[in-house]
């Protein structure tokens, strides 16, 4: 993971997002890169019809790009992480952390999924209720345009991220695929614990043969099964803060979105209320 991607709100509250990402950037060497994230145009709602309110203007964009850049550059002045504006890497065979800026506009949420694809990582704050401090519109459409890896961070950042692992496992292909695409976590983690929920999962392979295959790639792994008395959701979180895992891997959205929409589902349920880092992909 030697490729980080940190959308940005000019907003303020994105230092335990990128105090994260430079978690992760320490034990890859890896570069992040910041892009300043456009803010949701709102719509104004009449008795007849909607109105979407007027585009933002030139100097509108460029005090919001300015105020995400300088947020982004600050942090990483004070995190010792070196900036190359140009997107290069210290050249002298380094592996430490290094930064750099993708300038030139605000980015919109397809933007952020098609843009994410170069990357081995995106990192986006979890959403709340309020879709603060990112809307879940972001979320979604950076986990279903990029193809990559989203790490989704808590709104009080993380002190240790990769040492307690704890798959949130389902046999679904969603989880399975996002096992994958952690691998380089897994290999560098202490304990991994695969999770099984009792009454959740799909049909698939069960969590003891994903703890024994893991194992056989020198990945410290162990499966545990718990009750699942609260919903999906609720149990997993639950779950993980009592085995002191510091980073959930759970594949997103094995329901579609629409019915999780509707009536609820773990995916969304983790999205808005983990404690943890939550490595997600679909």
Do not use: C
């Not at 430079?22 to 803010?39: K, N, W």
């Not at 750099?100 to 979890?126: E, K, N, P, Q």
């Not at 980073?247 to 997103?252: D, S, T, V």
């Not at 209320?273 to 997600?280: E, Q, R, S, Y």
């Amino acid at each position: 993971m030697r490729n980080i991607l940190v959308p940005v709100n000019s907003d303020g509250r994105m230092w335990p997002v990128l105090g994260t990402a430079r978690l992760v950037a320490d034990m890859f060497g890896s570069y992040i890169e910041g892009i300043a994230l456009r803010p949701e145009v709102p719509e104004v709602v009449s008795a007849e019809f909607i109105v979407a309110s007027p585009p933002l203007d030139l100097d509108s964009q460029h005090e919001l790009m300015d105020t995400a850049r300088r947020a982004f550059d600050e942090f990483m002045s004070q995190a010792g992480v070196p900036s190359y504006s140009d997107g290069s890497t210290a050249s002298d065979g380094s592996t430490a952390p290094s930064s750099g800026w993708a300038g030139g506009r605000l980015a919109t949420d397809m933007h952020i999924g098609s843009y994410g694809r170069l990357f081995d990582l995106i990192v986006l704050g979890r959403p709340n209720a309020a879709g603060e401090p990112t809307r879940v519109a972001t979320v979604e459409a950076a986990l279903f345009e990029s193809g990559r890896p989203l790490l989704l961070v808590p709104p009080s950042g993380a002190k240790t991220i990769g040492k307690t692992v704890v798959i949130a496992w389902n046999g679904s292909t969603e989880t399975a695929r996002t096992v994958a695409l952690a691998m380089p976590i897994l290999r560098k983690a202490q304990r991994v614990i695969v999770l099984t929920v009792e009454g959740w999962d799909v049909d698939g392979p069960p969590g003891e043969s994903l703890a024994r295959n893991l194992a056989r790639s020198g990945i410290p792994a162990e499966a545990t099964t718990r009750a699942g008395e609260a919903s999906p959701g609720q149990a997993v979180l639950e779950h993980v803060q009592a085995l002191g895992g510091d980073l959930l891997i759970k594949g997103a959205y094995t329901q579609s979105r629409l019915r999780q929409m509707i009536f609820g589902g773990t995916t969304r349920h983790i999205i808005a209320k983990a404690t943890v880092p939550v490595l997600t992909a679909h």
